[in-house]
């Protein structure tokens, strides 16, 4: 079962979405962190003075300057310092701290907000009262007798493994003496953050790499499909050429059919001179012979018409063809006070082509642009590569009175044509050689100025389909 190109765009781009959405997310909880870190300082500054109002009260009423035997005593200032730290942590995300007793050395209050009570058995000191967590007990111990000692806070960034803390301790001050110190600590850096970041950058790239193995699977596919199209583009060319030949055709014989006429009705007339007992003599002879040369003339002219797209393309100099055609043109043109001016484009590469077709469009081009001007003027042949199109153009232009736009329009039909003595299928017979190379044939009035030109364009890479021939058939 083929599934349609829609769904396929559709599930690549959901999996870019998808891996962009991941590392959206993993991306805005690194710089969470990253900012967290940054301003870890002033956050567990905050929270150790917090830490500080919540405690004084406490530690200040207590009585015999600390010097408390009973557990029991312990264990209730125990608990009413660690609610009031709960309290003073609440508002500070990921910080923990408690005090430490500077006499007793003793930690006393920890909290832990946010996490549940199955995972705030952290470590409990020599006494068993609650404090850090094991890994950095020792640590914040140090710190928080040289905050003590010092009567200074203190604010440390070290690597624990497999964690990276931040630990500020301070000392709390009463009557002018320092008896405890606050500790508070952050998580830089912890082992489900890191765990939950790789996760997070391993999804977006699986992500990724699966929309782009079914982006080249789709490309490759859109490849086939394209290679498929032009096949069947070609095929259809093929078959809409042929249509437009056949219709081309019946437009031709009905043309043919009136042309055919006239020298049938002139050879009826001698013949039947001849019966009557006139003749035959050389005059009606020569008359007889012109009619069945015009017949002659007028068959090739349609045969020539019919295969027009037999070609043999072989790289070929337009140039060059373009000279020839310019020397051809010599003596009809000197005869006619015509200036004929060749303009070849330098480096003009080769281009597929039956060099005897192109020479004779550019022939009956050359002979068509002489003609349209009786009293002389001016006949140019230029050559140009124009490389945005890949094809190369060749260019007969004239000076004579112009074509009019109702006559351009249908000058490419057979046997229309705009001279009294013309037959109509010589424009007809470049425009199918032009195009069995691919290219066209067009006419291009000059706005503002006399003269018209006719522009022969083939394309530079060989046409599709078999190897073709061009019968040599002249324009007369």
Do not use: C
């Not at 300057?65 to 009031?84: A, T, Y």
């Not at 007889?288 to 018409?305: A, C, K, M, P, T």
């Not at 290219?439 to 078999?466: Q, W, Y």
């Amino acid at each position: 079962m083929r599934v349609p190109l829609k769904i396929q765009v559709g599930v690549v781009v959901a999996l870019f979405v998808a891996a962009l959405a991941s590392l959206w997310t993993t991306g805005a909880s690194v710089m969470a962190r990253e900012g967290r870190r940054a301003s870890a300082g002033d956050i567990l500054a905050r929270a150790g003075n917090a830490l500080t109002r919540r405690g004084e009260g406490l530690l200040a009423t207590t009585p015999r300057g600390f010097e408390i035997v009973s557990p029991g005593e312990w264990d209730d200032l125990d608990r009413r310092l660690g609610e009031g730290a709960t309290q003073a942590l609440r508002a500070f995300d990921g910080v923990e701290g408690g005090y430490f007793l500077r006499d007793q050395k003793r930690f006393l209050g920890a909290a832990f907000p946010g996490e549940p009570a199955s995972k705030t058995k952290k470590a409990r000191d020599r006494k068993g009262q609650l404090g850090p967590p094991p890994r950095e007990v020792d640590l914040i111990e140090i710190q928080a007798d040289a905050a003590i000692r010092r009567n200074q806070p203190f604010f440390v960034v070290e690597d624990v493994p497999p964690s990276t803390v931040a630990i500020r301790t301070a000392p709390v001050t009463i009557d002018g003496q320092v008896v405890a110190a606050t500790w508070t600590m952050t998580r830089l850096v912890d082992p489900i953050f890191i765990d939950r970041s790789f996760r997070g950058y391993r999804l977006s790239a699986g992500l990724a790499l699966g929309g782009i193995a079914l982006a080249l699977l789709l490309t490759i596919n859109l490849a086939r499909t394209v290679g498929r199209q032009k096949v069947e583009r070609d095929r259809l060319q093929g078959e809409l050429r042929r249509s437009e030949r056949l219709a081309a055709l019946g437009k031709l014989l009905a043309g043919v059919a009136h042309e055919v006429r006239n020298p049938l009705a002139g050879i009826r007339s001698t013949v039947q001179l001849w019966q009557r007992g006139i003749g035959p003599d050389g005059e009606s002879f020569d008359d007889l012979l012109s009619e069945v040369d015009r017949l002659d003339g007028i068959v090739g002219r349609l045969l020539q018409f019919s295969r027009a797209d037999a070609q043999e393309m072989v790289p070929g100099d337009l140039n060059a063809l373009a000279a020839e055609a310019a020397r051809l043109a010599g003596p009809s043109a000197e005869a006619h006070a015509v200036r004929v001016e060749l303009d070849l484009a330098p480096t003009l590469p080769e281009v597929p082509m039956a060099p005897p077709a192109v020479v004779q469009v550019l022939r009956n081009l050359t002979t068509n642009a002489i003609q349209a001007m009786p009293e002389g003027g001016r006949l140019r042949i230029a050559t140009r590569l124009d490389t945005g199109r890949k094809r190369v153009e060749v260019e007969v232009s004239d000076t004579g009175k112009g074509l009019d736009p109702d006559a351009i329009a249908h000058l490419f039909e057979p046997f229309y044509t705009t001279k009294p003595n013309g037959t109509g299928l010589g424009l007809a017979i470049a425009r199918e050689i032009a195009l069995a190379h691919r290219g066209e044939l067009r006419a291009e009035p000059h706005p503002g100025r006399a003269g018209v030109s006719f522009i022969l364009a083939l394309p530079l890479t060989e046409p599709a389909g078999k190897p073709r021939r061009v019968a040599d058939v002249e324009i007369a």
